[in-house]
């Protein structure tokens, strides 16, 4: 006799799912069981992912719910494949984004950097980590996320600080970093040198002025053209391409500059584009990265006119002092006093801003850090070309490599005081520039004691470059470091494949020899339901932890309130609108898909749970000579569904893998198996045992299949399965492991052996038939308790071989009253057809409904129909219309003139089919 029933069942099994009570206690049982944490060398196979870290200033958005998600898909997934998993958390320290934010805290207080020092700025900066940088990380807590979080690492912890210095003083002794005067990004709102990839390019309306510049020689002037005519006290030269004909008799001579009343020749050199402006272009060495490298090709003066403040400096006379921009206007001003502005032309170009602040970036020729960037790049490019890194999409490795091929050096340091300091001191007595891993005591050439270190930090990409091997130890030798590197995959945004990417794959090979991680998944951009990037200007975001626990947001200029729609079912959303790393559209609705769905698998977990209850069932999985067709349907379907699931999830298909289990679970399971088994449920004896045992072993095979994208739902249904299955003697179908997340991954291989293509077909014409009479008695407003009297007229007779054996689940799902088959039956007066494939399905209506009436009915609808469709014709038609309209609207009225037209097409299909 089966054991009774765990107390309290129905009311730990509310009729409405409640993620708000399950989600947090779930979450607790898995930390409070150490689930997440990952041991090496255990005997399994290493499977391990580092998490692309958020800034410490973070809090989560759309971008990190889809991001983090994904990555825990497949760390849940390989982690019941048994594979020794390690999701490597963090967060990173954000230097500049970090200082900022705790620079305006001091602005509160009335306080600047500058007034309260280096060092207790830098002491306030932790301090605000410690209170507010775990935020985020609590964050990706309620989201799911099964990080080993006993290993969280900050890049400027200890040990990441520690290899941070290992790798800048090899690199530094090895000639790959060195210390230059070039011309550098420079952000005058954050005080920093920024490199190329730090520099977001904005198109924006401008101007470009043609000016005269007077030949020296008296005979007329050359006419310059130039976007920037602040920068022009800086110009030490007019130049023109070689090959320019118009101006090929100029080259030589000298020209004088406007304004500053000084001589500059004029030079001939391939950089300039005789199709731009007027084809001559003023040369400003100190102010434009081109003009800095024509003018160490012509050896030209370098006339730094504009200061890191944005200020104009004393080299720039008379307009010295003065904002970049004020400067500009005034010298417009005098040029057109001169009557030397040409012409003025409107002018659309790209401008670069800092990536942190958005202010106009300024090329600003300075003492900087960088790293050599050609021979490390190199290793890259060739670890890829042998196929040691694979992107998917493919099409992001043209890019990568398209970036490393055109390399420039990068520029490392940065002139703010929250980062890791540049592990270099200069020697006050003799010069001498020492780079150590830890501050000397004294001068190695000389001896005296007077260093000072550089005051500089290190761009915070640069220890972000070395995360997936310094969170695991290095440079010591760790088992860590031993066991999991290389990393499996790396889940990250297109727009960090220079930032990010491209530089852990260079540092890793150079340091590890080896790359580090083997594949590398883009995913798309979150945009909102309009197609435009979120942003806070733009109000347009949708914060994933309101959509969670809902709550209250403004969007568009409006708050509204949101109900919640659970972790699970932000999880599932997102999961399914992933599609090939496509850009995802998204509005805050798209979740009532998940949440729809969550719910509808609860409540048939609670139909199977309850019946499970009540019903005996045996301990072996039945044999295939007890189980009912629609029995072997149901595990051939699962076994298709497992096998489907499982090579998508290896593939990154996320959003088929959302789609097959979604079709098993929703369509074969709820909406077909459980209808058919309750038949042999309400029959009692070993009937219902055998299905019994087959609703268990499906549910618990779809837990498992569903846990990676929905963690907490499945968790809570295993549990609750994990309490009846042993009540009934289904502990053989039940394995009792405790926690869904340890659970195995359903076996293929075993799941294999229910395959049956052949029931799979029978079944699906069978359902196809119960289809049809369901869309008649749609059609015709038919209610559900009218029996029909079906008649299924099939071509060929081995159709009929198919359906005849499924007839009693055909009349109890399609609810007629007689089912009869033939091959090409005369189809009676007065009956309603649906055309199937293989067959017709014939339900006669006489006698069951006023066939004159319902014709009339048709017609009434078919006539308003008709009547519309010529109105939007006509309107379509209209030139004023479509002249005046806005684009969207005449789409939205020619969509709504298909759909009356389909409707019509529907209609008289219907009519014909009574007047027939």
């Known amino acids: 006799m089966s054991d009774p029933i765990p107390p309290n069942l129905a009311d730990r099994l509310p009729k409405h799912y409640s993620p708000s009570e399950v989600e947090p206690r779930r979450l607790q049982d898995w930390l409070d069981s150490n689930a997440f944490h990952s041991v090496p060398d255990s005997g399994r196979h290493p499977y391990a992912i580092v998490i692309p870290p958020p800034n410490v200033t973070g809090i989560l958005h759309m971008g990190h719910a889809l991001n983090n998600t994904l990555q825990d898909i497949l760390i849940r997934h390989a982690r019941m494949r048994g594979l020794e998993t390690l999701w490597m958390p963090g967060t990173d320290h954000a230097g500049i984004a970090t200082q900022n934010v705790v620079e305006r805290s001091l602005a509160d207080e009335g306080l600047h950097r500058n007034a309260i020092g280096r060092e207790k700025f830098v002491r306030r900066v932790w301090e605000w980590r410690e209170k507010y940088g775990s935020t985020i990380i609590t964050q990706l807590k309620r989201l799911g996320c099964s990080c080993d979080w006993e290993r969280e690492r900050f890049t400027m912890d200890d040990g990441l600080s520690r290899a941070v210095r290992e790798v800048f003083v090899s690199l530094y002794r090895e000639g790959l970093i060195y210390r230059g005067r070039r011309l550098i990004n420079w952000c005058v709102r954050c005080h920093t040198a920024l490199s190329d990839d730090e520099v977001e390019h904005v198109e924006r309306e401008g101007k470009l002025w ?39 008799n100029l080259v030589g001579q ?69 904002d970049r921009f004020r400067a500009r206007d005034k010298i417009l001003e005098d040029l057109a006093e001169l ?94 520039m020492i780079a150590a891993l830890e501050a000397p005591a004294a001068c190695g050439k000389c001896g005296s004691p007077n260093l000072v270190q550089d005051p500089d930090v290190l761009d915070t990409w640069f220890s972000s470059a070395l995360w997936p091997f310094s969170t695991l130890g290095w440079p010591d030798k760790t088992p860590e470091l031993d066991f999991y590197y290389p990393t499996e995959v790396l889940v990250t945004a297109r727009d960090i494949i220079y930032f990010w990417v491209a530089r852990m794959m260079m540092m890793g090979l150079h340091f590890m020899g080896e790359v580090p991680f083997r594949q590398v998944y883009i995913n798309g951009t979150i945009l909102d339901e309009n197609g435009a990037r979120m942003s806070k200007t733009k109000e347009n975001g949708i914060d994933p932890l309101v959509m969670i626990q809902g709550g209250k947001q403004r969007r568009f ?95 990154f298909r996320f959003h088929e893998y959302a789609r097959t289990v979604y079709e098993f679970a929703w369509g074969d399971f709820c909406d077909w198996y459980l209808e058919m088994a309750k038949p042999y449920l309400n029959q009692g004896g ?53 926690l869904l997340i340890r659970a195995s991954w359903p076996d293929c291989e075993a799941a294999s052996r229910w395959r049956d293509p052949a029931i799979e077909r029978d079944m699906d014409r069978a359902m ?24 299924v007229s099939a071509a060929k007779a081995d159709y009929l071989e198919s359906v005849v054996p499924l007839g009693m689940m055909i009349r109890d799902q399609a609810g007629v009253e007689s089912l009869d088959f033939g091959v090409n039956l005369e189809k009676p007066r007065q009956t309603a057809t649906e055309i ?22 048709i017609e009434k609808e078919l006539s308003k129909r008709l009547r519309g469709r010529d109105d939007l014709n006509r309107k379509l038609h209209n030139l004023e219309f479509l002249g005046k309209a806005p684009a969207e609207v005449v789409e939205r009225e020619k969509a709504r003139l298909g759909e009356l037209m389909r409707q019509a097409g529907e209609l008289t299909e219907l009519r014909d089919s009574l007047e027939s």
Request: aromatic content about 8%.
């Open 210 to 248: 043609h000016i005269r510049y007077r030949l020296k020689n008296g005979r007329g002037s050359v006419v310059v053209a130039t976007t920037r005519p602040e920068t022009m006290p800086g110009d030490t030269a007019v130049a023109v391409h070689p090959d320019d004909a118009r101006y090929r």
């Open 254 to 322: 000298t020209a004088i500059l406007p304004i500053m009343n000084r001589e500059i020749p004029v030079i001939a050199d391939a950089m300039v584009d005789p199709g731009f402006g007027s084809g001559v272009l003023k040369i400003t060495p100190a102010h434009d990265p081109n003009d800095f490298e024509v003018g160490l090709r012509h050896d030209l003066e370098q006339i730094t006119v504009i200061g890191p403040d944005g200020m104009m400096t004393a080299a720039a006379g008379k307009y010295s002092r003065l």
């Open 339 to 432: 009557k030397a502005i040409a012409q003025t032309v409107e002018h659309r170009h790209a401008v670069g801003q800092c990536y942190r602040c958005d202010s106009p970036v300024e090329p600003f020729l300075s003492e900087q850090w960088f790293v050599r960037m050609r021979p490390l790049a190199d290793k890259a490019i060739q670890a890829s070309k042998e196929g040691k890194l694979k992107f998917t999409p493919s099409r992001w490795e043209r890019v990568y490599l398209s970036w490393l091929e055109n390399v420039r050096d990068w520029c490392i340091s940065r002139q703010i005081w929250w980062g890791h300091r540049i592990p270099v001191w200069y020697c006050g007595q003799c010069h001498e």
């Open 557 to 651: 200029g409006k708050e509204y309130a949101y109900d919640s729609y659970g972790a699970d079912s932000v999880r599932y959303t997102l999961c399914t609108l992933t599609t090939d790393g496509q850009d995802i559209k998204l509005a805050p609705s798209r979740f009532e898909m998940g949440r729809n769905f969550i719910n509808k698998m609860w409540n048939a977990s609670r139909f199977v749970l309850i019946r499970l209850s009540e019903t005996p069932a045996g301990g072996d999985m039945p044999k295939a000579s007890d189980l009912s067709l629609a029995d072997r349907w149901i595990l051939s379907r699962l076994a298709a569904c497992v096998a489907g699931a499982s090579g998508q999830l290896e593939a």
């Open 686 to 738: 070993p009937a219902a045992g055998v299905t019994a045992g087959i609703l268990a072993w499906t549910l618990d095979n779809i837990l498992r299949v569903l846990h990676p994208a929905t963690p907490f739902f499945t968790e809570e249904v295993w549990r609750l399965l994990a309490e009846v299955a042993p009540a009934r003697g289904l502990e053989d179908i039940r394995p009792a492991e405790p």
């Open 768 to 791: 196809n038939i119960v289809r049809a009479v369901r869309n008649i008695r749609a059609k015709f407003n038919l209610p559900p308790k009218l029996r029909l009297a079906v008649l």
């Open 836 to 857: 199937i494939d293989g067959a017709q399905v014939y339900a006669p209506l006489s006698g069951l409904m006023n066939v004159e009436v319902e014709r009339l009915r």
